[in-house]
């Protein structure tokens, strides 16, 4: 189960990396994951784990054949993510922004991001939603919420679809996107 009382407490000391100070609610959890394709997804990507709650939804979704690579760099959210231990799961202390140092282009199911798109400054954030659509296969989901519609435009930029959610029961209320390229 995750460690959920710790969020918080590391928030506080790092708001400006996690950009929230509770973690998502199991109705927005799920209405993230509703889109992806589980039965046929063998290569996943995690973005922001935190406390890894999205992480243990994906774990109990994805089939045996799948893997899933887990971004997350604040460091005491990392070091809390050991307790998973499964095979197909690899969690890395590293920048979401990277993700093409770990993965081919066109080689991902589905990206599902929890960063927090509006406290990220703008090149950065381009650079994490390029690295995101190239990483995806034709057909692949990023999948990603936010408080507000800030980045929606942005998100069209780097994606050819972007579809919009809303999830009430989070606190606050929530966007997601749902985007393919
Ligand atoms: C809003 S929290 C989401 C936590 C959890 N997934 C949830 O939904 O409750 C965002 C997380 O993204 C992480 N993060 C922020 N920027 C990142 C980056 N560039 N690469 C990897 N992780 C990042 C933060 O440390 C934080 O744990």
Redesign the pocket.
Known sequence: MAAKSG?LKTAIK?FK????IA??SPHL?EEMLEPVPFSSARSIVE?????????DAIIRHMSPESQLLV????DV?FAGLARIQDARVQCLN????DLLQWVQPDSVDAVIS???LAF?PKA?KNR?LRAAAESLKPGGLFVQFQYSLTDYGLLRRHFGKVGVRFELLNIPPAFIYVCTK
């Open positions: 969020f790092d990396t996690i950009g929230a973690g998502s959890i973005m922001g784990a935190g406390d890894g709650r999205i992480t971004f997350e760099l604040n959210f590293q920048n979401a922004a929890a960063l927090p990220i950065e994490i």
